[in-house]
């Protein structure tokens, strides 16, 4: 999402906002109704903000999202070549290039030539790319306590039910045409 289009819909949210807090006019009372979905956009909406902020994992250097998968590919197959990430990211080895030279920049990785294969490129994590690696995992748990904090509070039925209604609400969203 770019700072425009995040502009953009953080302008619309607000709007929304506005009206579902202070008026009374059937506008409002139609976002009322709508409040769940109203939620969710919003969720949705916070979540791909999170997604597209670059954070440093632990390192010196941002990172961004993309980076931060590849990174996790390459730990989960140490010495994994170009085409193998390609296969296993489904993206182009082009792609997969261009993301290892700027991990490659930054410090997170490096290459050697396969001692089988010599006209191939292993990759590998150094050890900043590692420490990523951690700290990438530890963002998980963090986002997972505050999701087990959030739930705490309601009994096993309604989270059962929050449960199926997500996935409900994905499985009508995979089915609508875009």
């Given at each position: 999402?770019?700072?425009?289009?995040?502009?953009?819909?953080?302008?619309?949210?607000?709007?929304?906002?506005?009206?579902?807090?202070?008026?009374?006019?059937?506008?409002?009372?139609?976002?009322?109704?709508?409040?769940?979905?109203?939620?969710?956009?919003?969720?949705?909406?916070?979540?791909?903000?999170?997604?597209?902020?670059?954070?440093?994992?632990?390192?010196?250097?941002?990172?961004?999202?993309?980076?931060?998968?590849?990174?996790?590919?390459?730990?989960?197959?140490?010495?994994?070549?170009?085409?193998?990430?390609?296969d296993k990211l489904h993206i182009t080895k082009g792609s997969v290039s261009e993301l290892l030279r700027k991990l490659e920049r930054?410090?997170?990785?490096?290459?050697?030539?396969?001692?089988?294969?010599?006209?191939?490129?292993?990759?590998?994590?150094?050890?900043?790319?590692?420490?990523?690696?951690?700290?990438?995992?530890?963002?998980?748990?963090?986002?997972?306590?505050?999701?087990?904090?959030?739930?705490?509070?309601?009994?096993?039925?309604?989270?059962?039910?929050?449960?199926?209604?997500?996935?409900?609400?994905?499985?009508?969203?995979?089915?609508?045409?875009?």
């Open positions: 999402m770019s700072d425009k289009e995040f502009q953009q819909t953080k302008l619309g949210h607000s709007i929304q906002e506005s009206l579902y807090n202070e008026n009374n006019d059937s506008d409002a009372a139609r976002l009322r109704r709508g409040h769940i979905s109203y939620s969710l956009f919003a969720l949705v909406a916070k979540f791909g903000v999170l997604e597209q902020q670059a954070r440093c994992f632990g390192t010196d250097v941002e990172i961004h999202n993309a980076e931060i998968h590849m990174i996790m590919a390459i730990h989960d197959d140490e010495g994994i070549h170009v085409g193998g990430l390609a930054k410090g997170l990785i490096h290459k050697d030539t396969d001692p089988l294969k010599l006209s191939r490129i292993n990759v590998f994590l150094t050890e900043k790319g590692k420490i990523a690696h951690e700290h990438h995992l530890l963002y998980h748990e963090q986002l997972n306590e505050m999701l087990d904090q959030a739930m705490r509070h309601h009994s096993p039925e309604q989270v059962e039910f929050l449960a199926h209604f997500l996935d409900d609400v994905r499985s009508g969203l995979d089915s609508m045409d875009c």
